[in-house]
């Protein structure tokens, strides 16, 4: 019986991440990114743990600050976030749902897996406004250190790649 | 022993902090808007990575001490850091020159951090060794484009290797603390990354038409990781520290 209501105030707090956006690419939810890596329940106090998408990322103290906000207004009292460095975040985590809905935002997101370390040679990279295959890298850093930069050959658009990670 | 690791926790937060700030000075001034992008980027990785360094070496200290005060209240005398990150960025090819051998390093390193005995030491590696691999693929399309570019940027990037090498020695000399360190697996044994460090700087050179320095009698220049620096590590750090000695605590 304790048990279940425990499972229902975390299952509570997942699905409130769901509504806690990425400031920086406000059509993705942390849960859309991957960065909550668990949340547990211990004597009241619900802990969040999150990791970042890279070292140096702005927005992770904004974030952590949404994810206190979304939690208090919807009843939690006790609230710990831990930020959690290992594993390291990848874009593998990144969810199916979240790179469609990236792709609609005008990104490309990231192609393949980490791990295959193709993400180190030269890829297709598909243009999100004309589709065109025919993209030119222009520079490995984009608007943030997550993005690169590319320009569609055929549409002639610039748009950002979120790289693999 | 905990003092050690302390101090090995400080060398490592002070390389990325001073390289970082480094970097952050073409901030603006960048030879294209897309480079200035991406060197401000890495700039930020190497704050970032710094900022989980700092973290972990207050955290082994007691409350008084948070990253702040390691990163802006310290003066020249207490800072760890390479040489090579300190010294003036100079043109863009001896920037370029610094960051490549640099984050060579940094990349030959973080792969042996991983494996340290010390899980957050392990997990900053980790975290850093994905972000360092960018920053060498950028500095060695750099290092070739200039070598095999014109005769005035093949001209500057020689240049900038004469100037930049004799700060490498100290790369693969560990200090006392890291020494003591090295037999329970906490620190990297910096003297045996160096091969590995070479093939990978020689195969880019190569490609950039330029030569690596053969010459066993170069003078190398040491210190850093002891605290003994160059008179530029002052001026860095007089403006770096202005704000939070000027309005101590200061937060936003
Ligand atoms: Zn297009």
Not at chain 1, 43 to 57: L, M, V
Not at chain 2, 90 to 102: E, N, Q, S, V
Not at chain 2, 108 to 119: A, E, G, H, N, V
Not at chain 2, 203 to 211: D, I, R
């Amino acid at each position: 019986m304790e048990e279940t209501k425990q499972n229902v105030t975390i299952n509570k707090a997942w699905k409130l991440m769901e509504d806690v956006y990425d400031p920086e690419i406000p059509v993705l939810s942390i849960i859309d990114l991957g960065i909550v890596r668990d949340i547990q329940l211990s004597n009241d106090a619900i802990e969040i743990f999150i990791t970042p998408t890279y070292s140096g990322c702005p927005v992770m103290d904004v974030i952590s600050m949404n994810i206190r906000i979304a939690l208090t207004e919807n009843g939690f009292k006790k609230i710990k976030i831990t930020q959690q460095l290992s594993p390291a975040w990848t874009t593998d985590w990144m969810i199916e749902n979240g790179k469609e809905k990236l792709k609609a935002y005008g990104i490309t997101p990231p192609i393949g897996k980490s791990f295959d370390k193709k993400y180190l040679e030269e890829l297709k990279v598909e243009c999100p406004h004309c589709h065109s295959l025919n993209t030119k890298l222009i520079s490995q850093f984009g608007s943030t250190a997550c993005k690169a930069l590319y320009q569609c050959n055929d549409c002639l658009e610039p748009f950002d790649y979120f790289k693999c990670h | 022993m905990e003092n050690n690791l302390f101090n090995y926790t400080l060398h490592l937060a002070d390389n990325s902090l001073t390289m970082g700030h480094r970097l952050s000075e073409w901030t603006g001034h960048g030879p294209m808007l897309e480079q200035d992008i991406a060197i401000s980027n890495i700039a930020l990785d190497l704050i970032g990575q710094s900022r989980n360094f700092y973290q972990y070496a207050a955290a082994l200290k007691d409350d008084s001490v948070t990253e702040d005060l390691l990163a802006y209240l310290r003066d020249a005398r207490e800072f760890k850091n390479l040489l090579i990150t300190e010294i003036p960025n100079g043109d863009w090819a001896k920037t370029i020159m610094k960051l490549f051998l640099f984050s060579t390093y940094q990349f030959c390193f973080y792969q042996k951090l991983i494996d340290s005995s010390d899980k957050q030491l392990a997990a900053i590696a980790e975290k850093s060794l994905k972000e360092v691999t960018y920053h060498v693929r950028w500095s060695s399309e750099w290092v070739i484009r200039l070598g095999d570019g014109t005769e005035e940027s093949n001209k500057r990037i020689k240049l900038a290797m004469e100037e930049v090498w004799p700060f490498t020695g100290e790369m693969f000399q560990p200090a006392e603390y890291e020494s003591l360190l090295i037999n329970n697996r906490i620190s990297v044994d910096v003297s045996e990354i160096k091969n590995d460090w070479m093939g990978r700087v020689k195969s880019v050179l190569e490609e950039a038409t330029l030569s690596y320095p053969e010459d066993k009698n170069t003078w190398m220049q040491t210190g850093g990781k002891n605290g003994i620096h160059t008179e530029h590590l002052g001026y860095l750090l007089a403006e770096m520290q202005f704000l939070q000695r000027a309005y101590p605590g200061c937060e936003w």
